[in-house]
């Protein structure tokens, strides 16, 4: 609804429900698909942004949705299906799946599965009837395919990656940039939201959201922000900040760091890195160099994890701060080079052209240059000329 249109989410735990109603994250609570449907129409029909909750179960909702021919433009699904342990299955309630969990798991993970594989057909359904159908990242077509269904069948849709992320964000090591201000002081993060748009003033994501967030958003814990900022930006970013610090604007601390979802730091064949350009999908090596390379670059925290899908997923993450210090200069202009930049690399090594520009300093964010090893020029070995 930030962007104006009107949702219609689905929740199955009634204290969930209320708890988003409370937190103003939801507008109003429809008892029925029938009355959200209403809803819907009256809202787009007013042109009037609008979040509707039903308390219900996902899979139970979008067949239904299906078998009144409700399409919805968009259709996509949050639920934790990378764990269907953690899947409440269709017919059961919180308290009564909890209960068959403690009985029997196998018993649970079977109904479980039934109901992913219920999903995804659904999904698919969605897609077939000309709505705009990805998966948000929670593994239910790899989980569909543990089930039994057949890869082509639960991959005939794509990840919000390949779909949308790729050749807008990661070919361009954009991506979810944070900061959190380590003084708690409020007027850090605000004074931070401006120098993002004084920086940036050509940029429409940065000149979008940061009135956005600080209109919808509340605060949780430390001020902090999420700002979409790539190769280039990140490090310029970050230095100007330190430099606020420096010179008394800022109070800082400033801890910068980023999403495990950034182009150099996952290696994911269900999402992240699905269909790569050259086969590449399941190749590991990347986050891995990128968190050598993090730590050789002096970031203060790097991290390896494994992700969602456990076994066949891993990443790292990297934090970096700010604290008015020359050293904290070093660090950041090294280890936001390395972070970002071995993220280039990766897509210019698979051949996305837009990655290849940004690293010769031809990409639209920035001037920054990076060298790339292995070149993809049979003229060169370990990068263009200096």
């Known amino acids: 609804t930030m962007h104006g249109g009107v949702s219609v989410t689905v929740e199955v735990r009634p204290e969930v429900v209320a708890e988003k109603l409370a937190q103003g994250w939801a507008d ?18 007013a042109k009037r942004p609008l979040a ?38 269709s017919g059961l309630s919180p308290e009564q799946a909890a209960s ?35 998966e948000f990242g929670t593994f239910v077509r790899k989980e569909a395919v543990d089930a039994g269904m057949p890869r082509e069948e639960a991959f005939r849709y794509p990840g919000f990656v390949k779909a949308y992320w790729r050749p807008k964000f990661f070919e361009l090591g954009r991506g979810p940039f944070r900061w ?24 429409p994501i940065t000149q979008r959201w940061i009135p956005l967030a600080r209109k919808h958003l509340p605060i949780e814990g430390l001020p902090a922000r999420v700002c979409f900022l790539g190769f280039g930006q990140r490090k310029a970013f970050a230095l100007a900040v330190n430099d606020l610090i420096r010179n008394g604007e800022v109070v800082g601390p400033i801890a910068f760091a980023r999403d495990n979802l950034d182009s150099g730091a996952i290696s994911n064949p269900s999402l992240e890195t699905e269909d790569m350009r050259d086969g590449s999908d399941s190749i590991a090596d990347w986050p891995f160099l990128n968190a050598l390379l993090n730590a050789a670059a002096m970031a203060d925290l790097v991290s390896i994890q494994a992700n969602g899908t456990m076994g066949t997923s891993h990443h790292t993450g990297c934090t970096i701060i700010a604290d008015g210090t020359e050293e904290a200069d070093l660090r950041i202009g090294a280890s936001m080079t390395t972070d970002v930049g071995i993220g280039i ?42």
């Open 28 to 45: 109003v609570e429809a008892k029925t698909l029938d009355e959200a449907i209403a809803l819907a129409a009256e809202a787009v029909k």
């Open 100 to 134: 068959m969990l403690q009985l029997s798991r196998i018993d649970y993970i079977k109904q479980a599965r039934a109901s992913i594989l219920r999903m995804v057909k659904a999904m698919n359904r969605f897609k077939d009837a000309g709505a705009e159908v990805f």
């Open 345 to 386: 690399v990766r897509y210019a090594q698979s051949g996305y052209d837009m990655a290849r520009a940004v690293a010769e300093g031809k990409g639209p964010l920035t001037k920054d240059t990076i060298k790339v090893p292995l070149w993809w020029s049979s003229k060169a070995t370990f990068g263009p000329a200096d």
């Open 180 to 203: 959190t201000c380590i003084s708690g002081e409020v007027a850090d993060r605000d004074r931070l939201d401006r120098l993002a748009l004084e920086m940036f003033p050509n940029c």
């Open 52 to 89: 509707i909750l039903i308390c219900a179960n996902m899979v139970d909702i979008c067949e239904e949705a299906l078998e009144k021919k409700w399409i919805p433009d968009i259709v996509t699904e949050m639920c934790p299906f990378h764990d269907p342990f953690a899947v409440i299955p």
